[in-house]
């Protein structure tokens, strides 16, 4: 059950377009899901991986090529939940090592993206258009083309519901909305002036790809990202260690109360994300690891990947993620893994700020509580 928590509405979107899209269905489906399906963003295959050819890699020169970055140490750990705490595709626990390599201290920031989209022209998944042409040949044949509206820019949005809802059914609190995007979080109306060191949310995995090559980066694996999340910590539960996240001090930007509808934002930023740096950092003096937004990792999401891994041996050196994507709650869905947890997670709904917990999302997707930080080798 707890599998779906925090999972975005894109998936059942993209299935009720592409295949249940004919009018009887349509006329079985409430209200609520037809305005859903109204504003459904329909992801391209085409503009998975993509990356402009004609991105010119950022001129960096050697002093400041490593600028608000920290170098995280190789080492071996133990990768995975270690206690009852975890959903099942954080098990089993499994030997593995990593290189040394630099990280970013903070998630990437709309500043940093914007220099990024001003230097290059780049133009996120969340503000093209979706081509029918292209569309078309993904489904069924005969398949009838969408009104303009659901193929219009759209992005994921979280919506507070009014008062308690079943926890099961996320498509509650996640909206598509028309003209969201990275510099429109909420919807055209909101805007990022004056968040200018805030996370940038709204952006793809393509996206995320597409900065850090510019910036001469990568993404994190998802083995670098826990190891680094850890600070150095030996098989704790938080970044921070095992203190409880409502004990003490804020530790991390994340859901006081009842989720998803009454966010008491004791820590000061309720249901949107905080300016990086607001909270203590890990041992590693990497901010936000926890909480704030989710933050894109390199691999391909398998929910058995880690079962994989502990049948190769020990000690697994460096692993990059499974050669495919796989999950079992929407398969057929290539998606890629996420990592920290977001303003949006609550120790009674997901507590995905715990360090091995899991998320993924279709590479294509953009969503309110989604950022990233990138990282770099050492050479
Ligand atoms: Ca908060």
């Given at each position: 059950?707890?599998?779906?928590?925090?999972?975005p509405?894109?998936?059942?979107?993209?299935?009720?377009?592409?295949?249940?899209w004919?009018?009887?269905i349509?006329a079985?489906?409430?209200?609520?899901?037809?305005d859903?399906?109204?504003a459904?963003?329909?992801?391209?295959?085409?503009?998975?991986?993509?990356v402009k050819?004609n991105?010119v890699?950022?001129?960096?020169?050697k002093?400041?090529?490593?600028?608000?970055?920290?170098k995280?140490?190789s080492?071996?750990f133990?990768?995975?939940?270690?206690?009852?705490?975890?959903?099942?595709?954080?098990?089993?626990v499994?030997?593995?090592?990593v290189k040394?390599?630099?990280?970013?201290?903070?998630?990437?920031?709309?500043?940093?993206?914007?220099?990024f989209?001003?230097?290059?022209?780049?133009?996120?998944?969340a503000?093209?258009?979706i081509?029918?042409?292209e569309?078309?040949?993904?489904?069924p044949?005969?398949?009838p083309?969408?009104?303009?509206?659901?193929?219009?820019p759209?992005?994921?949005?979280?919506v507070p519901?009014t008062?308690p809802?079943?926890l099961?059914?996320y498509?509650q609190?996640?909206q598509f909305?028309?003209?969201?995007d990275w510099r429109h979080?909420?919807?055209?109306h909101?805007?990022?002036?004056?968040?200018?060191?805030h996370?940038?949310v709204?952006?793809?995995?393509d996206?995320?790809?597409?900065?850090?090559?510019?910036?001469?980066?990568?993404?994190?694996?998802?083995?670098?990202?826990e190891?680094?999340a850890?600070?150095?910590?030996?098989?704790?539960?938080?970044p921070?260690?095992s203190?409880p996240?409502?004990?003490?001090?804020?530790?991390?930007?994340?859901?006081?109360?009842?989720?998803?509808?009454?966010?008491?934002?004791k820590?000061g930023?309720?249901?949107?994300?905080?300016?990086?740096?607001?909270?203590t950092?890990?041992?590693?003096?990497?901010?936000?690891?926890?909480?704030?937004?989710?933050?894109?990792c390199?691999?391909?999401?398998?929910?058995?990947?880690?079962?994989t891994l502990?049948k190769?041996?020990t000690?697994?050196?460096?692993p990059?993620?499974?050669?495919?994507?796989?999950?079992?709650?929407?398969p057929?869905?290539?998606?890629?893994v996420?990592?920290?947890?977001?303003?949006?997670?609550?120790?009674?709904?997901?507590?995905?700020?715990?360090?091995?917990?899991r998320?993924?999302?279709?590479?294509?997707?953009?969503?309110?509580?989604?950022g990233?930080?990138?990282?770099?080798?050492?050479?």
């Amino acid at each position: 059950m707890v599998i779906f928590l925090n999972t975005p509405l894109k998936y059942s979107c993209i299935f009720l377009c592409l295949f249940l899209w004919p009018s009887t269905i349509l006329a079985q489906l409430s209200q609520r899901q037809k305005d859903s399906l109204a504003a459904c963003h329909v992801p391209l295959p085409s503009k998975r991986g993509f990356v402009k050819t004609n991105l010119v890699q950022k001129s960096i020169s050697k002093s400041s090529a490593f600028l608000g970055m920290k170098k995280i140490p190789s080492g071996a750990f133990d990768m995975g939940a270690h206690d009852e705490k975890g959903r099942t595709d954080e098990y089993p626990v499994h030997r593995v090592a990593v290189k040394a390599f630099w990280i970013d201290e903070t998630e990437v920031t709309n500043a940093q993206f914007a220099a990024f989209v001003a230097a290059t022209g780049y133009v996120t998944t969340a503000e093209k258009a979706i081509s029918w042409d292209e569309l078309k040949k993904q489904v069924p044949a005969g398949t009838p083309r969408p009104p303009d509206s659901l193929l219009a820019p759209s992005s994921l949005v979280f919506v507070p519901t009014t008062g308690p809802v079943n926890l099961v059914d996320y498509s509650q609190w996640w909206q598509f909305v028309r003209g969201a995007d990275w510099r429109h979080p909420e919807g055209p109306h909101s805007t990022i002036v004056g968040k200018e060191n805030h996370p940038v949310v709204q952006v793809s995995w393509d996206d995320a790809q597409a900065y850090a090559r510019w910036a001469g980066k990568r993404l994190p694996t998802e083995a670098e990202w826990e190891w680094a999340a850890r600070g150095g910590l030996k098989n704790l539960e938080f970044p921070w260690g095992s203190e409880p996240i409502d004990s003490g001090v804020f530790k991390a930007n994340t859901w006081q109360g009842k989720f998803p509808y009454k966010d008491e934002a004791k820590d000061g930023y309720q249901h949107t994300t905080a300016p990086v740096k607001q909270f203590t950092s890990n041992g590693y003096g990497l901010y936000d690891i926890a909480g704030n937004v989710w933050e894109w990792c390199f691999d391909n999401y398998r929910h058995d990947y880690y079962a994989t891994l502990k049948k190769k041996g020990t000690l697994v050196l460096n692993p990059k993620g499974p050669l495919n994507s796989y999950d079992p709650d929407e398969p057929g869905i290539p998606k890629k893994v996420m990592r920290g947890g977001s303003f949006l997670c609550n120790d009674s709904y997901c507590a995905s700020y715990r360090s091995s917990a899991r998320m993924k999302s279709s590479p294509d997707s953009g969503l309110m509580h989604t950022g990233f930080r990138c990282v770099k080798d050492i050479n």
